[in-house]
């Protein structure tokens, strides 16, 4: 989070508040520069957290924080904006689409420890 908070050539993070002041939801944004599944380009715009209360969802709140990322982005100079979401996530492959974002690729990660295989 130190890191969020000092690197804002990197790093965004954008707050929604309703009428009364009341925080309803977030967004966090970085610039990647490293492989982006799905992308052209070599440092994007990447969506790294969104979060809209229960009470709020549904009513644009998630579209207007996307949009402020989006803006930021491309003040900055950047034309792709990426995002990635677990498999078995349907609300927010849903939510994804809704934001005008489209499916690149699906993938699964595999690891195996090294440590057992050293003699």
């Not at 996307?66 to 990635?84: H, M, N, P, R």
Request: proline residues 3%; glycine residues 6%.
């Amino acid at each position: 989070m130190a890191l969020f908070c000092t690197r804002l050539d990197r790093f965004a993070q954008f707050v929604a508040y309703d009428a009364s002041r009341q925080p309803i939801g977030m967004i966090e944004v970085a610039l990647r520069n490293d492989y982006v599944n799905g992308t052209s380009s070599s440092t994007v715009a990447f969506l790294e957290g969104n979060y809209v209360i229960p009470a709020a969802r549904g009513r644009g709140v998630a579209r207007n924080l996307v949009t402020c990322a989006e803006q930021w982005a491309v003040l900055a100079g950047y034309s792709e904006f990426a995002s990635d979401a677990q498999l078995e996530n349907a609300a927010s492959h849903a939510m994804h689409r809704a934001l005008g974002f489209s499916e690149t690729e699906r993938v699964v990660y595999f690891r195996k420890p090294l440590h057992d295989n050293v003699t």
